[in-house]
T-cell receptor, first 114, second 115 residues
Framework: KAGVTQTPRYLIKTRGQQVTLSCSPI?????VSWYQQTPGQGLQFLFE???????NKGNFPGRFSGRQFSNSRSEMNVSTLELGDSALYLC?????????????FGSGTQLSVL | DQQVKQNSPSLSVQEGRISILNCDYT??????FLWYKKYPAEGPTFLIS?????DKNEDGRFTVFLNKSAKHLSLHIVPSQPGDSAVYFC??????????????FGKGTHLIIQP
């Protein structure tokens, strides 16, 4: 069974631009979560989607948004990029939402904002 | 305010010995705890979990202990092997009534197993 696939693997953008990251969950998994990893803050929860609906959102500004499609694939978008948005963005999938569901992570998209 | 703390950024252990990784939490609503392992350039992979109704969970060489009164958990790896060298993240979750709030992660401990 294929794992969680994230594209692109690396991305370089400049301040003020916007970016879209993509995530394909494990087949059969319907819940997708996004996390931001930075050296200073560790992994921080961005949002979770299930059945095309955002279930929860972490403490991030409105520049960070996401969506989920009917095939469970998900995208996240960051608008008006700032230098501090440079991070590894990780997508995770699970069978269903739930606070004790085991998450399966992709390898991430490394975003660098110049 | 960090709700999940891993106070040791790194830990060096000799091969064959026991590795003990520690984690403290402050939110009393957390009732499910997980450990993830991360190699460079890869996403975290699930290692072991424990519910707050237990104080110990074991899976092969890995054992997690939970002390609810101290709000402390630890991961024991016995015996430590070179392939265990990685960053270990402690994570916690709890149903705060409004649905899942995602996992809250610590900043990680880099475990180095020395031959």
């Amino acid at each position: 069974k294929a794992g969680v696939t994230q594209t692109p693997r690396y991305l370089i953008k400049t301040r003020g631009q916007q970016v879209t990251l993509s995530c394909s969950p494990i087949s059969g998994h319907r819940s997708v979560s996004w996390y931001q990893q930075t050296p200073g803050q560790g992994l921080q929860f961005l949002f979770e989607y299930f059945s095309e609906t955002q279930r929860n959102k972490g403490n991030f500004p409105g520049r960070f948004s996401g969506r989920q499609f009917s095939n469970s694939r998900s995208e996240m978008n960051v608008s008006t990029l700032e230098l501090g948005d440079s991070a590894l963005y990780l997508c995770a999938s699970s069978m269903s939402p739930g606070y004790n569901e085991k998450l399966f992570f992709g390898s991430g998209t490394q975003l660098s904002v110049l | 305010d960090q709700q999940v703390k891993q106070n040791s950024p790194s830990l060096s252990v000799q091969e064959g010995r026991i590795s003990i990784l520690n984690c403290d939490y402050t939110n009393s609503m957390f009732d499910y705890f997980l450990w993830y392992k991360k190699y460079p350039a890869e996403g975290p992979t699930f290692l072991i979990s424990i519910s707050s109704i237990k104080d110990k969970n074991e899976d092969g060489r890995f054992t997690v202990f939970l002390n609810k009164s101290a709000k402390h958990l630890s991961l024991h790896i016995v015996p430590s092997q070179p392939g265990d060298s990685a960053v270990y993240f402690c994570a916690a979750s709890g149903n705060s009534g409004g649905g899942a709030d995602g996992l809250t992660f610590g900043k990680g401990t880099h475990l180095i197993i020395q031959p």
